[in-house]
């Protein structure tokens, strides 16, 4: 690989940005579609898993694939998404670095990332079918999962038992999901673990409450296929990425349920090129939750593009009326486009790194820089070379 020749980036970045996207790398496929990715809690590692079941851990600083997991199986099921355990500041070493994966023959596993330990299974088929998403609660001793058949299964860390099955609704405001569910988040506030939000095919975000044991809430509308689901870290706005051509990428107010605006996915002066259907949409890990990132499908089969956005940028136009962003829209600091984008993330501390997941099986990793204040999109294409030491291939391939 390292003798392989620079390879042609083809990216959008505005003009003049606030903050700019800059090539990276791209890794070799972890098999047909990486439906997830995901920073460990340090920065140093992405986790990635795919259709056919493998999970790969990659170096973040050079590319390359450092562990392996889940290929010591007499069978293996596709992982839909992963999620790290959260670690405090005081975990020993031992304890750190697990990761769990929600698979669709419906278990959950975990792993010991450096030992490639595989150290539990859990969760019985019978009852969660096939699952698709999970998360930890803020102190991480519960994780959620959910998938096929609309329910919420609720474990408790240490044992691993099944401690709440949620399920319908509180029969005034909502009757819970009545189809698949394809995100799920917990309320990321420390100290309260017991609300959880879900979104699915039946065109519903849920509000759950583990001591209620049922929905008390819901928002109507946005219909959620994949990772496009996702909370700020002061718990105050919803995201949510639908996979639809208008209205696709929509901030909510936590408390109300009221949608405070929709962001344009194009600029004005490209409305005429194809709507992208959101498959992924995550907040990044800083404080004020100043980076989304989305991506998805075009119209054209295996064509897609993610794009990167900067929630209050200096300078930015006011909002319209309604609760739609004015037609210059929020700041874009950049668009990887010609590949189905399956899932995306961004590293934890700075955010200098984000990564999205395609539908090849490969890895996007790109790097954040600031720059000057804001304008609109430019294409641009250059021959780039690996970071050092990496050993995967620069992005574009």
Known sequence: LGSRPPLLLQFAVPSSPAMRLAPGFVTDSCGSDAFSVRFSPDGAFLAASGAQGRVSIFNVSTGQEAYRLNIDEAETHPVKQLCWRPEREDATLRTRGVLAGASTDGKVRQ??????????TFGDPQD???????????DGRRLAAAGLTGELFVFDEETKALTSRLKGGDSLTTAGHCSRVMALRFLQVPGNSDLIMSGGWDNTVQFWDVRAGSAVRAIFGPHICGDALDITADGKVLLTGS????????????????????????????????????YCARFSRDASSSLIVAGGSLPNAGKGEAKVFAREAEG??????????????????????????????????DGSRVAFGGSDGRIRMMRLESSAAGGPEERASVPIQPETGNKGYPVGA
């Open 111 to 120: 792993w010991h990332v450096t030992s490639r330990r595989l150290l539990q």
């Open 128 to 138: 969660t079918g096939q699952l698709f998403c999970l998360d930890y609660a803020p």
């Open 243 to 278: 996979w639809r051509e208008e209205e696709q990428l929509e901030l909510w107010d936590f408390g109300s349920g009221k949608r405070l605006e929709t962001l344009p996915w194009r600029s004005l002066g490209s409305l005429q090129e194809p709507a992208c259907s959101l």
């Open 316 to 349: 930015a136009p006011p909002k319209q009326a309604g609760g739609v962003a004015a037609s210059s829209g929020p700041c874009c600091a950049g668009t990887l486009p010609s590949f189905t984008c399956l899932s995306a993330d961004v590293s934890p501390g």
